[in-house]
């Protein structure tokens, strides 16, 4: 074979030959690169589309002093990569920016083409000796922060970090527990023990409040319940007549209440009767 | 001992000065667009949103037109022996560049209002891209040795007639 003047073609030297397939080589890794960015930033604008959602939130008391929250996070990965070791996780602090809870889900898999909910469930103490006892009685705002991390195609961690304030309603919220003047009754004497509250909370208080007057370094001289059925956003109030033991002064004593429901109790903050 | 002699240049046609500026020209007018002007409008974009950005524009621009103007000056003087040494400068450079990129690690962006952040790795990306410099640099260097050795031995082949 001759080149178009009619010379027969030369092979190209050693290192003109080796320097040329360097080149190549450079030319083609970088093509592939471009090639994968693309591919990568189309999918990941197709898994933005997509549009993670979150459904099922819900509270409910739960056992040692608690109420759960639990809500699930439903997210669909259209592109063409995984999204490997996806985790959640949450932090809870109250208005005062002390500690209540935190919760995490994962790390999870999401394979190319896959939609995958994913649940995760945090709970927040609510005993009376703990930070998170004005839960049940006070609705404030709550400093909720989710971050979350992954990694995308392969090459790409990605993290993702919010913080935002949320309205917490409480279950028992302006709890006010009256107790009125001993009076004859009953064979003895009773005193009327007056419950109110509006329930704020998005779950319902199904259950029973029991109380006990309590007083100072004594035990209890009487107690009574109320059976509770309060909606979400319903009020409560109630009066009951409490027999109390003779000699028993309710007047400076402790009014104990405690809601039990769902298999769980809860103690609710101790009122000092005037 | 001698280098050994090349080959006589015949049959192939180095285009002149003039046409090599005057394309290397054209051939750098794309370059800076998408070496220094997207990259530069895309951090402008994020600075206008009040988003703290993860490298400065002028580090942007100086390593863009440095990356522009050394490639189109190996263009220009492709015939040259100072085409090896080009080569190796802007594979260097491009290194120097990346490496930047690499050393940053993760580009966080704090979206203003809405206590956002979101954080991207671009270390796996970085390190694959630099591959891409580092053979060209090895493809430099052996330019280099080989027009050392043997001045004007490839021109006819990167100048066939």
């Keep these: 074979m001759s080149n178009p003047l009619g010379q027969p073609y030369?092979?190209?030297?050693?290192?003109?030959?080796?320097?040329?397939?360097?080149?190549?080589?450079?030319?083609?890794?970088?093509?592939?690169?471009?090639?994968?960015?693309?591919s990568a930033i189309y999918s990941a604008v197709e898994v933005v589309r997509s549009g993670p959602s979150t459904g099922g939130f819900g509270a409910t008391f739960a056992a040692n002093d608690t109420v759960a929250?639990?809500?699930?996070?439903?997210?669909?990965?259209?592109?063409?990569?995984?999204?490997?070791?996806?985790?959640?996780?949450?932090?809870?602090?109250?208005?005062?920016?002390?500690?209540?809870?935190?919760?995490?889900?994962?790390?999870?898999?999401?394979?190319?083409?896959?939609?995958q909910p994913i649940t995760i469930t945090f709970y927040l103490p609510v005993g009376s000796s703990g930070p998170g006892a004005s839960l049940l009685t006070q609705d404030q705002t709550l400093n909720v922060s989710v971050w979350g991390n992954a990694t995308y195609a392969y090459l790409f961690p990605i993290s993702i970090a919010v913080e935002t304030n949320k309205s917490w309603g409480a279950p028992f919220a302006d709890l006010a527990i009256s107790v009125g003047t001993p009076v004859p009754g009953m064979g003895?004497?009773?005193?009327?023990?007056?419950?109110?509250?509006?329930?704020?909370?998005?779950?319902?208080?199904?259950?029973?409040?029991?109380?006990?007057?309590v007083p100072t370094g004594g035990p209890s001289c009487g107690s009574g319940?109320?059976?509770?059925?309060?909606?979400?956003?319903?009020?409560?109030?109630?009066?009951?007549n409490v027999p109390i033991s003779m000699g028993c002064s309710p007047s400076g004593a402790q009014l104990e209440a405690e809601y039990v429901g769902n298999g769980v109790t809860i103690p609710l903050p101790p009122e000092r009767i005037p | 001992m001698s280098a050994p002699t090349p080959p006589p240049a015949v049959g192939y046609r180095i285009p002149s000065l003039s046409?090599?500026?005057?394309?290397?020209?054209?051939?750098?007018?794309?370059?800076?667009?998408?070496?220094v002007g997207l990259p530069d409008a895309a951090l402008t974009f994020l600075q206008s949103h009040g988003i703290q950005l993860p490298l400065s524009i002028l580090t942007v621009t100086v390593a863009g037109l440095a990356i522009a103007v050394l490639s189109t000056?190996?263009?220009?003087?492709?015939?040259?022996?100072a085409y090896g040494p080009l080569s190796i400068a802007v594979s260097l450079?491009?290194?120097?560049?990346?490496?930047?990129?690499?050393?940053?690690?993760?580009f966080v962006l704090n979206l203003p209002g809405h206590a956002i952040s979101i954080g991207l790795g671009v270390t796996g990306i970085v390190g694959l891209l630099l591959l891409v410099p580092a053979i060209s640099l090895l493809a430099g260097i052996v330019t280099t040795v080989e027009d050392l050795r043997a001045p004007r031995e490839r021109l006819p082949f990167d100048y066939p007639p």
Excluded: W
Aim: no cysteine; charged share 10%.
């Design chain 1, 10 to 38: 030369r092979r190209p030297p050693g290192l003109y030959r080796l320097a040329r397939a360097f080149r190549r080589v450079s030319l083609v890794v970088f093509v592939l690169i471009i090639l994968f960015l693309a």
């Design chain 1, 69 to 115: 929250v639990s809500g699930i996070l439903n997210f669909s990965n259209p592109g063409f990569y995984p999204i490997s070791g996806f985790a959640v996780h949450i932090r809870v602090l109250n208005q005062s920016q002390v500690y209540l809870g935190e919760g995490s889900a994962g790390p999870v898999t999401l394979a190319s083409g896959s939609n």
């Design chain 1, 188 to 213: 003895g004497a009773v005193v009327p023990v007056t419950v109110q509250f509006q329930n704020h909370a998005k779950f319902a208080d199904s259950g029973e409040l029991t109380f006990a007057i």
């Design chain 1, 225 to 240: 319940s109320f059976d509770l059925d309060v909606g979400p956003g319903q009020q409560f109030g109630q009066t009951t």
């Design chain 2, 19 to 35: 046409f090599r500026i005057l394309a290397g020209g054209l051939r750098l007018l794309p370059l800076i667009v998408l070496l």
């Design chain 2, 73 to 81: 000056a190996r263009y220009v003087l492709k015939p040259t022996r």
């Design chain 2, 93 to 106: 450079v491009t290194i120097a560049y990346l490496l930047t990129l690499y050393l940053i690690g993760t």
